[in-house]
Protein backbone atom coordinates (compact mmCIF):
# COMPACT_ATOMS: atom_id res chain seq x y z
CA UNK A 1 0.00 0.00 0.00
CA UNK A 2 2.62 2.34 1.44
CA UNK A 3 4.40 1.84 -2.28
CA UNK A 4 1.17 2.15 -4.50
CA UNK A 5 1.06 5.67 -2.70
CA UNK A 6 4.29 6.23 -3.16
CA UNK A 7 4.33 5.81 -6.77
CA UNK A 8 0.98 7.75 -6.84
CA UNK A 9 2.63 10.64 -5.46
CA UNK A 10 5.93 10.42 -8.15
CA UNK A 11 3.26 10.13 -10.71
CA UNK A 12 1.43 13.31 -9.54
CA UNK A 13 5.05 15.34 -9.39
CA UNK A 14 5.57 14.30 -12.80
CA UNK A 15 2.46 14.78 -14.59
CA UNK A 16 1.85 17.72 -17.15
CA UNK A 17 -0.58 19.75 -14.76
CA UNK A 18 2.16 19.59 -12.25
CA UNK A 19 4.32 21.46 -14.61
CA UNK A 20 1.85 24.19 -14.69
CA UNK A 21 1.79 25.11 -11.34
CA UNK A 22 3.53 28.71 -10.52
CA UNK A 23 6.73 29.26 -9.59
CA UNK A 24 7.16 29.82 -5.83
CA UNK A 25 8.07 33.94 -6.58
CA UNK A 26 9.10 35.87 -9.65
CA UNK A 27 10.27 39.46 -10.40
CA UNK A 28 11.07 41.38 -13.52
CA UNK A 29 13.07 44.83 -14.11
CA UNK A 30 13.67 47.26 -16.04
CA UNK A 31 16.16 50.22 -16.56
CA UNK A 32 14.41 51.85 -19.35
CA UNK A 33 13.37 51.51 -23.13
CA UNK A 34 14.11 53.65 -26.17
CA UNK A 35 16.37 54.30 -29.23
CA UNK A 36 18.25 51.39 -27.59
CA UNK A 37 20.56 49.63 -29.92
CA UNK A 38 24.09 47.90 -31.05
CA UNK A 39 25.78 50.38 -32.04
CA UNK A 40 24.34 53.40 -29.81
CA UNK A 41 25.24 51.52 -26.82
CA UNK A 42 29.13 51.75 -25.24
CA UNK A 43 30.79 48.85 -23.88
CA UNK A 44 31.38 50.84 -20.80
CA UNK A 45 27.28 51.44 -20.72
CA UNK A 46 26.58 48.25 -21.41
CA UNK A 47 28.62 47.10 -18.71
CA UNK A 48 27.35 49.55 -16.42
CA UNK A 49 23.85 48.61 -16.98
CA UNK A 50 24.32 44.98 -16.62
CA UNK A 51 25.80 44.93 -13.32
CA UNK A 52 23.31 47.72 -12.05
CA UNK A 53 20.20 44.85 -13.16
CA UNK A 54 22.11 42.46 -11.80
CA UNK A 55 22.46 43.74 -8.12
CA UNK A 56 19.12 44.88 -8.42
CA UNK A 57 17.98 40.96 -9.49
CA UNK A 58 19.98 40.17 -7.01
CA UNK A 59 18.77 41.97 -3.95
CA UNK A 60 14.88 41.96 -5.21
CA UNK A 61 15.98 37.70 -5.09
CA UNK A 62 17.09 37.83 -1.78
CA UNK A 63 13.82 39.27 -0.21
CA UNK A 64 12.01 36.66 -1.97
CA UNK A 65 13.79 33.66 -0.99
CA UNK A 66 13.73 34.36 2.10
CA UNK A 67 10.17 34.30 2.08
CA UNK A 68 10.17 38.25 1.71
CA UNK A 69 7.11 40.11 0.39
CA UNK A 70 6.70 41.28 -3.22
CA UNK A 71 6.76 45.11 -2.04
CA UNK A 72 9.49 44.69 -0.36
CA UNK A 73 11.48 43.13 -2.95
CA UNK A 74 10.32 45.53 -5.80
CA UNK A 75 11.47 48.32 -3.20
CA UNK A 76 15.02 46.79 -2.51
CA UNK A 77 15.24 46.42 -6.11
CA UNK A 78 14.61 49.99 -7.12
CA UNK A 79 16.97 51.34 -4.64
CA UNK A 80 19.70 49.92 -6.04
CA UNK A 81 18.92 51.72 -9.45
CA UNK A 82 18.20 54.74 -7.78
CA UNK A 83 22.02 54.55 -6.62
CA UNK A 84 23.27 53.60 -10.03
CA UNK A 85 23.97 56.74 -12.36
CA UNK A 86 23.59 54.57 -15.68
CA UNK A 87 19.70 54.84 -15.08
CA UNK A 88 17.50 57.94 -15.12
CA UNK A 89 16.31 57.52 -11.29
CA UNK A 90 18.40 59.04 -7.77
CA UNK A 91 21.48 59.50 -8.72
CA UNK A 92 21.55 59.64 -12.75
CA UNK A 93 18.17 61.10 -13.11
CA UNK A 94 18.03 63.46 -16.07
CA UNK A 95 18.26 67.35 -15.35
CA UNK A 96 15.00 69.47 -15.31
CA UNK A 97 15.31 72.65 -17.73
CA UNK A 98 17.11 74.97 -14.77
CA UNK A 99 19.57 72.37 -13.78
CA UNK A 100 17.96 70.78 -10.95
CA UNK A 101 16.52 66.91 -10.71
CA UNK A 102 12.78 66.80 -9.68
CA UNK A 103 12.24 62.71 -8.74
CA UNK A 104 9.15 61.09 -9.20
CA UNK A 105 7.77 57.73 -7.69
CA UNK A 106 5.24 55.63 -6.76
CA UNK A 107 4.78 51.78 -5.19
CA UNK A 108 1.65 49.90 -4.91
CA UNK A 109 0.55 46.70 -2.92
CA UNK A 110 -1.65 44.30 -4.77
CA UNK A 111 -2.77 42.77 -1.72
CA UNK A 112 -4.78 45.69 -0.76
CA UNK A 113 -4.28 47.87 -3.84
CA UNK A 114 -2.72 50.12 -0.94
CA UNK A 115 -0.58 53.22 -3.05
CA UNK A 116 1.74 55.45 -2.37
CA UNK A 117 3.62 57.89 -4.99
CA UNK A 118 5.46 61.10 -4.75
CA UNK A 119 5.81 63.97 -7.67
CA UNK A 120 8.83 66.12 -7.56
CA UNK A 121 10.72 65.41 -4.55
CA UNK A 122 14.25 66.93 -4.51
CA UNK A 123 15.92 66.09 -1.44
CA UNK A 124 14.98 62.36 -0.39
CA UNK A 125 17.82 59.94 -1.44
CA UNK A 126 15.15 57.25 -2.37
CA UNK A 127 12.00 58.28 -3.95
CA UNK A 128 10.79 55.09 -3.86
CA UNK A 129 10.94 54.61 -0.18
CA UNK A 130 9.04 58.55 0.45
CA UNK A 131 6.52 56.48 -1.35
CA UNK A 132 6.14 53.66 0.49
CA UNK A 133 6.37 55.67 3.39
CA UNK A 134 3.35 57.47 1.96
CA UNK A 135 1.39 54.21 1.16
CA UNK A 136 1.98 53.33 4.66
CA UNK A 137 2.06 56.06 6.96
CA UNK A 138 -0.03 58.89 5.91
CA UNK A 139 -4.30 58.78 4.96
CA UNK A 140 -2.57 59.92 1.42
CA UNK A 141 -1.90 58.23 -1.96
CA UNK A 142 0.59 61.09 -3.63
CA UNK A 143 2.30 63.71 -2.22
CA UNK A 144 4.14 66.92 -4.19
CA UNK A 145 7.38 68.79 -4.18
CA UNK A 146 8.64 70.07 -1.14
CA UNK A 147 5.71 68.85 1.01
CA UNK A 148 6.65 65.08 -0.06
CA UNK A 149 10.32 66.16 1.33
CA UNK A 150 9.37 67.63 4.29
CA UNK A 151 7.11 64.60 4.94
CA UNK A 152 10.25 62.03 4.56
CA UNK A 153 11.90 64.19 6.77
CA UNK A 154 9.67 63.25 9.43
CA UNK A 155 9.85 60.18 8.65
CA UNK A 156 13.40 59.90 8.86
CA UNK A 157 14.20 58.95 4.98
CA UNK A 158 17.51 60.21 4.26
CA UNK A 159 17.95 63.83 2.83
CA UNK A 160 20.88 64.80 0.68
CA UNK A 161 21.78 68.07 -1.48
CA UNK A 162 19.63 68.11 -4.51
CA UNK A 163 23.49 68.41 -6.33
CA UNK A 164 23.88 64.45 -4.87
CA UNK A 165 21.59 63.33 -7.77
CA UNK A 166 23.28 65.37 -10.83
CA UNK A 167 26.24 63.85 -13.06
CA UNK A 168 28.60 65.58 -15.91
CA UNK A 169 26.75 63.35 -18.61
CA UNK A 170 23.51 64.30 -17.50
CA UNK A 171 24.51 67.85 -17.53
CA UNK A 172 25.81 67.24 -21.10
CA UNK A 173 22.68 66.06 -22.32
CA UNK A 174 20.65 68.94 -21.17
CA UNK A 175 22.90 71.18 -22.98
CA UNK A 176 22.77 69.02 -26.10
CA UNK A 177 18.70 69.38 -25.62
CA UNK A 178 19.08 73.13 -25.14
CA UNK A 179 20.93 73.46 -27.69
CA UNK A 180 18.97 72.14 -30.28
CA UNK A 181 16.02 73.78 -28.94
CA UNK A 182 14.06 71.04 -29.27
CA UNK A 183 12.87 70.94 -25.98
CA UNK A 184 10.01 68.21 -25.84
CA UNK A 185 11.72 64.65 -25.72
CA UNK A 186 15.20 63.19 -24.42
CA UNK A 187 17.98 63.96 -26.25
CA UNK A 188 18.37 60.56 -26.90
CA UNK A 189 14.98 59.45 -26.32
CA UNK A 190 16.50 56.79 -24.07
CA UNK A 191 14.06 57.14 -20.99
CA UNK A 192 16.00 55.20 -18.26
CA UNK A 193 13.30 55.01 -15.95
CA UNK A 194 13.81 52.15 -13.47
CA UNK A 195 11.05 49.87 -12.05
CA UNK A 196 10.51 46.29 -10.65
CA UNK A 197 7.47 43.84 -10.21
CA UNK A 198 7.21 40.91 -8.56
CA UNK A 199 5.09 37.70 -6.87
CA UNK A 200 6.03 36.55 -3.34
CA UNK A 201 5.76 33.20 -2.05
CA UNK A 202 2.08 34.12 -0.90
CA UNK A 203 1.04 34.68 -4.42
CA UNK A 204 1.00 38.49 -3.65
CA UNK A 205 2.36 41.02 -6.36
CA UNK A 206 3.91 44.48 -5.92
CA UNK A 207 4.99 47.30 -8.62
CA UNK A 208 7.40 49.62 -8.05
CA UNK A 209 8.59 52.62 -10.67
CA UNK A 210 11.30 55.51 -10.02
CA UNK A 211 12.53 58.14 -12.64
CA UNK A 212 13.93 61.50 -13.35
CA UNK A 213 11.90 62.46 -15.74
CA UNK A 214 12.44 63.95 -19.22
CA UNK A 215 15.35 65.80 -19.85
CA UNK A 216 14.71 69.75 -19.97
CA UNK A 217 10.87 69.09 -18.07
CA UNK A 218 9.63 72.19 -16.86
CA UNK A 219 6.74 73.75 -15.38
CA UNK A 220 6.39 71.30 -12.32
CA UNK A 221 5.88 68.58 -15.60
CA UNK A 222 5.08 65.29 -14.25
CA UNK A 223 5.37 61.86 -16.27
CA UNK A 224 3.05 58.99 -15.90
CA UNK A 225 5.44 56.97 -13.10
CA UNK A 226 4.18 58.32 -10.32
CA UNK A 227 0.59 58.01 -11.83
CA UNK A 228 -1.51 55.15 -9.95
CA UNK A 229 -2.78 53.39 -13.05
CA UNK A 230 -0.54 55.37 -15.54
CA UNK A 231 2.86 54.07 -14.51
CA UNK A 232 2.47 51.89 -12.07
CA UNK A 233 -0.20 50.12 -10.46
CA UNK A 234 -0.97 46.27 -8.48
CA UNK A 235 -3.48 44.02 -8.03
CA UNK A 236 -3.58 40.81 -6.73
CA UNK A 237 -6.68 40.14 -8.97
CA UNK A 238 -4.94 40.22 -12.08
CA UNK A 239 -0.98 41.87 -12.55
CA UNK A 240 1.78 44.12 -11.26
CA UNK A 241 3.31 46.24 -13.88
CA UNK A 242 5.54 48.78 -13.84
CA UNK A 243 6.08 51.33 -16.91
CA UNK A 244 9.02 53.61 -19.08
CA UNK A 245 8.46 55.53 -22.12
CA UNK A 246 6.94 59.09 -23.23
CA UNK A 247 4.88 59.54 -20.05
CA UNK A 248 2.08 62.01 -21.08
CA UNK A 249 0.98 58.76 -23.39
CA UNK A 250 0.83 56.63 -21.02
CA UNK A 251 -1.31 58.82 -18.89
CA UNK A 252 -3.82 59.07 -21.47
CA UNK A 253 -3.95 55.84 -22.36
CA UNK A 254 -4.06 54.44 -18.35
CA UNK A 255 -1.57 52.26 -19.47
CA UNK A 256 -1.15 49.79 -16.35
CA UNK A 257 -4.49 50.15 -15.16
CA UNK A 258 -5.98 48.88 -18.84
CA UNK A 259 -3.32 45.58 -19.01
CA UNK A 260 -4.59 44.67 -15.26
CA UNK A 261 -7.80 45.01 -16.45
CA UNK A 262 -7.86 42.98 -19.79
CA UNK A 263 -6.31 40.34 -17.66
CA UNK A 264 -9.30 40.33 -15.27
CA UNK A 265 -11.85 41.42 -17.65
CA UNK A 266 -10.95 39.59 -20.93
CA UNK A 267 -8.96 36.50 -19.33
CA UNK A 268 -5.95 37.32 -21.54
CA UNK A 269 -2.21 36.34 -20.55
CA UNK A 270 0.10 39.32 -19.50
CA UNK A 271 1.78 39.05 -22.53
CA UNK A 272 -1.38 39.33 -24.73
CA UNK A 273 -2.82 42.42 -22.46
CA UNK A 274 0.90 44.36 -22.70
CA UNK A 275 1.27 43.89 -26.54
CA UNK A 276 -2.30 45.04 -27.09
CA UNK A 277 -2.05 47.83 -24.64
CA UNK A 278 1.32 49.14 -26.25
CA UNK A 279 0.30 48.83 -29.75
CA UNK A 280 -2.77 50.96 -28.94
CA UNK A 281 -0.09 53.31 -26.83
CA UNK A 282 1.82 53.78 -30.00
CA UNK A 283 -1.30 54.15 -32.32
CA UNK A 284 -1.77 57.60 -29.44
CA UNK A 285 1.93 58.43 -30.42
CA UNK A 286 3.58 57.39 -27.45
CA UNK A 287 6.84 54.83 -27.53
CA UNK A 288 8.09 53.05 -24.34
CA UNK A 289 7.68 49.92 -22.55
CA UNK A 290 6.26 47.77 -19.54
CA UNK A 291 6.90 44.78 -17.24
CA UNK A 292 4.42 42.54 -16.40
CA UNK A 293 3.94 39.60 -13.57
CA UNK A 294 1.06 37.91 -12.79
CA UNK A 295 -0.43 36.55 -9.51
CA UNK A 296 -0.85 33.58 -11.65
CA UNK A 297 3.11 33.16 -11.76
CA UNK A 298 3.46 34.71 -15.29
CA UNK A 299 6.30 37.34 -16.32
CA UNK A 300 5.98 39.55 -19.55
CA UNK A 301 7.56 42.77 -21.08
CA UNK A 302 6.17 44.27 -23.99
CA UNK A 303 7.69 47.71 -25.52
CA UNK A 304 7.20 49.70 -29.01
CA UNK A 305 11.04 50.91 -29.09
CA UNK A 306 13.66 49.18 -30.36
CA UNK A 307 15.27 47.94 -27.21
CA UNK A 308 14.32 48.05 -23.57
CA UNK A 309 16.87 47.58 -20.31
CA UNK A 310 15.39 44.79 -19.14
CA UNK A 311 15.54 41.17 -16.56
CA UNK A 312 14.04 38.64 -14.48
CA UNK A 313 14.52 36.03 -12.11
CA UNK A 314 12.11 33.30 -10.77
CA UNK A 315 12.27 30.56 -8.09
CA UNK A 316 14.27 27.69 -9.90
CA UNK A 317 13.72 29.50 -13.53
CA UNK A 318 16.66 31.15 -15.60
CA UNK A 319 17.86 34.24 -14.95
CA UNK A 320 17.48 36.71 -18.06
CA UNK A 321 18.97 39.93 -18.72
CA UNK A 322 18.57 41.82 -22.28
CA UNK A 323 18.99 45.05 -24.13
CA UNK A 324 17.67 44.99 -27.73
CA UNK A 325 14.91 44.27 -29.33
CA UNK A 326 15.62 40.84 -30.80
CA UNK A 327 17.53 39.62 -27.47
N1 LIG B 1 8.00 57.65 -18.20
C1 LIG B 1 8.91 58.67 -17.71
C2 LIG B 1 8.24 60.01 -17.75
O1 LIG B 1 7.54 60.29 -18.70
C3 LIG B 1 10.17 58.75 -18.47
C4 LIG B 1 10.93 57.45 -18.58
O2 LIG B 1 10.32 56.39 -18.74
O3 LIG B 1 12.18 57.48 -18.52
O4 LIG B 1 8.48 60.78 -16.86
Not at 12 to 28: D, E, G, H, Y
Not at 58 to 71: I, N, P, R, Y
Amino acid sequence: MRLFLLLLGALLMSSPANAQVRPKWTLVIHGGAGIIERDRVTPEQETGVRAGLQAALDAGTKVLEAGGSAVDAVEAAVKILEDDPHFNAGRGAVFTWDGKNELDSAIMDGRTRAAGAVAGSTTTRHPVSLARAVMEAGPHVMLSGAGADQFAREHGLEQVDNSFFGTPERRRQLEVLKSQQSNWFDVDLKYGTVGAVAMDMHGNVAAATSTGGLTGKRWGRIGDSPIIGAGTYADNRACAISATGAGEFFIREGVAHEICARIRFKGETAKQAADTVMAETKALGGSGGVIVVSPTGEMAWSFNTPGMYRAKASAGGERVIAFYGED
